[in-house]
């Protein structure tokens, strides 16, 4: 049973420059959330997707957007890049429930460092 | 505003002593809460969580949590310490108000460091 996988591992971009960062969830998992990992920091929720939409977002700027398809694999997208951006770019699955809370499995991160 | 605390950066245990690593949380309405543990250059593995029901949540590798909605706190333990269990410790809170769809909100982490 495959766990939640991410593409790629390690990232060095520019300022300026568009990053594109890619999930796919855990095998049987409809929901995807992205989370950013700061050096020394907890994660900080980004944004989740369900049924292709975006749901749920954090207290992120609009140059973070997303997208899920049809099989519900997922991507993060990040336009015009700051120095600021540079982290652990987490992607975590779950079942949406609303009777059972579900548990977040998470990937293995994208690094991302900003020049 | 929502929060959670891990007051302490880094615990330091002998292998075979009990250990603990504190989280307290803020959240309005009754709180989900979780442990994820995070070794160097990977990504977050879930340990266990409270959602209701007993007090006391068993989880993976013989990690245990204590819920205490009085204090507001989600302590982590574990009987015996192994070197092994040497990592990052991340304390997260889902809040249980309705509509919310999963945001999860993390403490800082606590380093636990297990020596021979």
């Known amino acids: 049973d495959a766990g939640v996988t991410q593409s790629p591992t390690h990232l060095i971009k520019t300022r300026g420059q568009q990053v594109t960062l890619r999930c796919s969830p855990k095998?049987?998992?409809?929901?995807v959330s992205w989370y950013q990992q700061a050096l020394g920091q907890g994660p900080q929720f980004i944004f989740q997707?369900?049924?292709?939409?975006?749901?749920q977002r954090g207290n992120f700027p609009d140059r973070f957007s997303g997208h899920q398809y049809p099989n519900y694999s997922s991507e993060l997208n990040v336009n015009a890049l700051l120095l600021g951006d540079s982290a652990l770019y987490l992607c975590?699955?779950?079942?949406?429930?609303?009777?059972?809370?579900?548990?977040?499995?998470f990937g293995p991160g994208t690094r991302l460092l900003v020049l | 505003a929502q929060s959670v605390a891990q007051p302490e950066d880094q615990v330091n245990v002998a292998e075979g002593n009990p250990l603990t690593v504190k989280c307290t949380y803020s959240?309005?309405?009754?709180?989900?809460l979780f442990w994820y543990v995070q070794y160097p250059n990977r990504g977050l593995q879930f340990l266990l969580k409270?959602?209701?029901?007993?007090?006391l949540v068993k989880g993976s590798y013989g990690f245990e949590a204590e819920f205490n909605k009085s204090q507001t706190s989600f302590h982590l333990k574990k009987p015996s310490a192994l070197v092994s269990d040497s990592a990052l410790y991340f304390c997260?809170?889902?809040?249980?108000?309705?509509?919310?769809?999963?945001?999860?909100?993390f403490g800082q982490g606590t380093t636990l460091q297990v020596k021979p």
């Open positions: 095998s049987g998992h409809d929901t």
């Open positions: 975590a699955s779950s079942l949406v429930g609303q009777r059972y809370v579900k548990t977040q499995y």
């Open positions: 997707y369900y049924e292709e939409e975006e749901r």
């Open positions: 997260a809170v889902r809040p249980g108000a309705s509509g919310n769809t999963g945001k999860l909100i």
């Open positions: 409270y959602i209701t029901g007993d007090n």
């Open positions: 959240v309005s309405g009754n709180p989900y």
